[in-house]
């Protein structure tokens, strides 16, 4: 191992550490995706710098990531959360394996990564609004009652719908449906009443 690789390698186990266990695991508590990044990180890093120490074309190696992304995406169904720390993961593999020999560069990309990534999923910015995919019990033809029937059951203001599907037979609706939880009363404190003393 060259000693450009060498100094890449924990760099790109760093930049993964913090993606992987530091932000996505403590935001959504997914082992399964964590170790998944993790694993697909290295092993980008691995065949990237193993490429670029044989030389081979830049070409065929994007090539070979992008039928490994395919692949992996049509494995398994992930929200497009995911999809977005799936491609940093393999982002900060390319970027260390290949830019090896620039440090710098590939140091500073690798922050730029993980800082966006940081910011773009806070739960102050993503918390706001959530997303989910509601089958109803009956159907609605009027979108007003629609609208208040998913607001009743939410408990959260609609932003927006779209009726993916109805069914008369079953007198079903599958229903796309992106939300704000209202707030949570705050619970008031009980105010107990001296018990008066006889004199």
């Known amino acids: 191992m060259s000693l450009a690789l060498a100094l890449a390698l924990p760099v790109d186990l760093f930049a993964i550490t913090v993606l992987a266990?530091?932000?996505?695991?403590?935001?959504?508590?997914?082992?399964?995706?964590?170790?998944?990044?993790?694993?697909?990180?290295?092993?980008?890093?691995?065949?990237?710098?193993?490429?670029?120490?044989?030389?081979?074309?830049?070409?065929?190696?994007?090539?070979?990531?992008?039928?490994?992304?395919?692949?992996?995406?049509?494995?398994?169904?992930?929200?497009?959360?995911?999809?977005?720390?799936?491609?940093?993961?393999?982002?900060?593999?390319?970027?260390?394996?290949?830019?090896?020999?620039?440090?710098?560069?590939?140091?500073?990309?690798?922050?730029?990564?993980?800082?966006?990534?940081?910011?773009?999923?806070?739960?102050?910015?993503?918390?706001?609004?959530r997303h989910r995919l509601v089958i109803l019990d009956t159907v609605h033809r009027d979108e007003a009652r629609l609208r208040e029937d998913l607001q009743h059951r939410l408990d959260a203001r609609i932003r927006k719908f779209e009726v993916i599907d109805t069914d008369y037979v079953r007198e079903t609706m599958t229903v796309d449906v992106r939300f704000q939880p209202f707030p949570a009363p705050v619970a008031q404190a009980e105010r107990t009443v001296p018990l008066a003393r006889n004199r």
């Open 21 to 129: 266990c530091a932000i996505y695991y403590r935001r959504h508590h997914r082992t399964d995706l964590a170790l998944a990044y993790v694993a697909l990180n290295v092993g980008v890093f691995a065949v990237s710098a193993l490429m670029l120490s044989q030389q081979v074309s830049l070409g065929l190696a994007f090539g070979l990531f992008g039928v490994l992304s395919i692949l992996r995406l049509r494995s398994d169904q992930i929200s497009q959360r995911d999809v977005g720390y799936y491609f940093t993961a393999l982002a900060l593999g390319l970027i260390n394996g290949i830019g090896s020999s620039r440090p710098a560069i590939a140091i500073g990309l690798s922050a730029l990564l993980v800082a966006v990534m940081y910011v773009a999923d806070h739960p102050r910015l993503a918390g706001r609004s």
